[in-house]
Structure formats: C-alpha cells, structure tokens
C-alpha cells in the first residue's frame, strides 16, 4: 500500500441542484441538495484513500462546528486527520456550490484570511515515509515547505496547480516534481491562453512532470519536449463539483504506485469521470476496484 500525504484547504461545501445557474439576483429553488466537505486537498485525500492508499491530509480549520463537521467527516472516510490544526477564533472554510442540469457548477468559497499560517508546527519528517505528497495552492506558506521537503526527500511532490487569487501559483509550480494545471491555472502561471503555448512557456521555469487538464477535453502531458494528448472517458455528468480534485487523488496514487505519464493519467481520468456520473461533490467518489473495472473496459473499447 502505498503513502500520501495531502496538504492545503479543507471546507465545507453545501451543494444545490438547480437547472440552470441563475444569472442574476432573485429566489432560485433547488431539486437536490447535499452538505459534504470539500476543498482540493481534502477532496483528493479522500479519493487517495478510495483508490487503497494510506493518506494524511495536514489542514487548518477554525474551532467552530463547521470544522468539527468537516474533520470528523474525513475520519469517517479512512483519512488520517491527526495533523490537522483546529485554530481557535478562526472560521473554517464554507463553499456555496450551485449545479445545472448538465453538471456544470458554479462555486463561491469563503476562506477565512485570519487563520494562522505558519506553517512552522507541520511535521515535515513524516515526509520522508510518505511516497508521495500532493498540495494545492491554498495555504501557500505550508505547500512550500513540504514540497521543499519531498523534494530533499527524494519523494513524489505534485502540485494541484490550480486558479488562484494570488500569485500562489507562480511560487509554487517551480518547486514540484510534478505539477497538474488547471486550464485557468496554467494561463495564470503562464500568461498564455493556449493550453499547449502554456505548457511550453511553463517549462521555461519549471524542470518537472506537466500535465494540464481541460475538463471533457481530456488532459495535454509535456514530457521528454513532447506534448501528448489524452482524450477524457465521455460519461454523461450530472455534477463536476470535485472531479478535478478526485483526479488529483487518483494521479497522486497512480505516480506512487510507479505508474508512467500515459497510464497515471489515464488512471486519473478514469476516476474523474465516474466521480461525474453522480450528484453531491465527494460524495460520489469511486472506489479503487470500480475504477479498474471501468478503465479496462473503456480502454479495451478505443
């Protein structure tokens, strides 16, 4: 079995299934309804455990009861939540998540900017017998640290490179052996709006594994000077709210388990996908034997 660790933000996402996003101010009524966590890290550390790996999420909530729902509800889940910080007069993080019909999503995210982050109390000599660690952008002062770490370690060190509302992105994305874009982060980082212009531009700073996802339209991998193109699993989605994150999860597992580029993607999308098919965030997250089973049959059929 292998050992990740997953660090950034943990939240509380309340989820409403609506048929349209609405476009401006009045009363909406919503056909579904779920109140789960969420957040990259979180979410991810969530579906590394669904894919059959040992994960940590290290995380900072406020000592509400927002953060007792959020932490009690990831140890019911299989995570290791041993390290993370409840810091008292914080807020935890709260997400407003609204979705169509045709699964897309609109989210606002409440991160309260009072949270201590000092990164200072994380156990960085956990790092060493991890196989792999994985960051968002969230919490900047602690994903340097423990990319720094696994990078003197000698360990796995991805980075969720997602949009983010400050220069998080920029700082970081240098410091991983692998790093995941977004669309939008890889524009954010690179300036470009082409996703393979971006790519390249990023590996005028960056020395490691690059990959960009682009939702339906699969995901472009730099490797070697080279760029490919994996095509996403067609799946008809009911709710994207955390397929990025789960596919992080399941690329983190994949690079720990030895997996190459091609198949580590792969693996991922699968993932992702299924975590589509269904409403309610990390709710509808696969396990490790349905992703096998889908994969093997979607490949089998190209």
Same mark, same amino acid.
């Given at each position: 079995?292998?050992?990740?660790?997953?660090?950034?933000?943990?939240?509380?996402?309340?989820?409403? +299934?609506?048929?349209?996003?609405?476009?401006?101010?009045?009363?909406?009524?919503?056909?579904?309804?779920?109140?789960?966590?969420?957040?990259?890290?979180?979410?991810?550390?969530?579906?590394?455990?669904?894919?059959?790996?040992?994960?940590?999420?290290?995380?900072?909530?406020?000592?509400?009861?927002?953060?007792?729902?959020?932490?009690?509800?990831?140890?019911?889940?299989?995570?290791?939540?041993?390290?993370?910080?409840?810091?008292?007069?914080?807020?935890?993080?709260?997400?407003?998540?609204?979705?169509?019909?045709?699964?897309?999503?609109?989210?606002?995210?409440?991160?309260?900017?009072?949270?201590?982050?000092?990164?200072?109390?994380?156990?960085?000599?956990?790092?060493?017998?991890?196989?792999?660690?994985?960051?968002?952008?969230?919490?900047?002062?602690?994903?340097?640290?423990?990319?720094?770490?696994?990078?003197?370690?000698?360990?796995?060190?991805?980075?969720?490179?997602?949009?983010?509302?400050?220069?998080?992105?920029?700082?970081?994305?240098?410091?991983?052996?692998?790093?995941?874009?977004?669309?939008?982060?890889?524009?954010?980082?690179?300036?470009?709006?082409?996703?393979?212009?971006?790519?390249?531009?990023?590996?005028?700073?960056?020395?490691?594994?690059?990959?960009?996802?682009?939702?339906?339209?699969?995901?472009?991998?730099?490797?070697?000077?080279?760029?490919?193109?994996?095509?996403?699993?067609?799946?008809?989605?009911?709710?994207?709210?955390?397929?990025?994150?789960?596919?992080?999860?399941?690329?983190?597992?994949?690079?720990?388990?030895?997996?190459?580029?091609?198949? +580590?993607?792969?693996?991922?999308?699968?993932? +992702? +996908?299924?975590?589509?098919?269904?409403?309610?965030?990390?709710?509808?997250?696969?396990?490790?034997?349905?992703?096998?089973?889908?994969?093997?049959?979607?490949?089998?059929?190209?």
């Amino acid at each position: 079995m292998v050992s990740v660790i997953c660090l950034g933000i943990a939240v509380l996402d309340e989820i409403f +299934a609506v048929r349209e996003i609405p476009t401006r101010p009045g009363k909406y009524f919503a056909s579904d309804y779920r109140s789960i966590g969420g957040g990259p890290a979180s979410t991810a550390a969530v579906a590394a455990v669904a894919m059959g790996a040992r994960t940590a999420l290290w995380a900072r909530v406020g000592e509400d009861r927002t953060g007792e729902q959020i932490v009690a509800e990831l140890a019911g889940f299989g995570v290791d939540v041993g390290h993370i910080r409840r810091l008292p007069g914080g807020r935890s993080g709260l997400s407003a998540v609204v979705v169509d019909a045709s699964g897309d999503r609109l989210t606002i995210n409440f991160a309260d900017p009072a949270l201590d982050a000092d990164p200072a109390w994380l156990p960085l000599a956990g790092v060493k017998e991890a196989d792999a660690v994985l960051c968002d952008c969230r919490w900047p002062a602690g994903a340097e640290v423990v990319l720094r770490q696994a990078r003197q370690d000698g360990r796995i060190a991805l980075l969720d490179g997602d949009t983010t509302p400050d220069t998080a992105v920029k700082v970081l994305a240098p410091l991983a052996s692998h790093v995941a874009f977004s669309q939008g982060g890889l524009q954010q980082f690179s300036g470009a709006t082409e996703p393979e212009a971006g790519l390249r531009m990023a590996r005028e700073r960056i020395s490691g594994w690059l990959c960009v996802t682009l939702g339906p339209d699969g995901c472009m991998v730099l490797e070697d000077g080279v760029i490919r193109h994996i095509p996403a699993f067609p799946v008809e989605a009911v709710d994207t709210t955390g397929a990025g994150d789960v596919f992080h999860g399941a690329l983190a597992v994949a690079l720990a388990e030895g997996r190459d580029a091609m198949a +580590a993607v792969q693996f991922a999308s699968a993932a +992702a +996908a299924l975590k589509c098919m269904r409403f309610g965030g990390r709710a509808g997250i696969p396990g490790r034997m349905e992703v096998d089973g889908f994969l093997a049959r979607r490949l089998s059929a190209r």
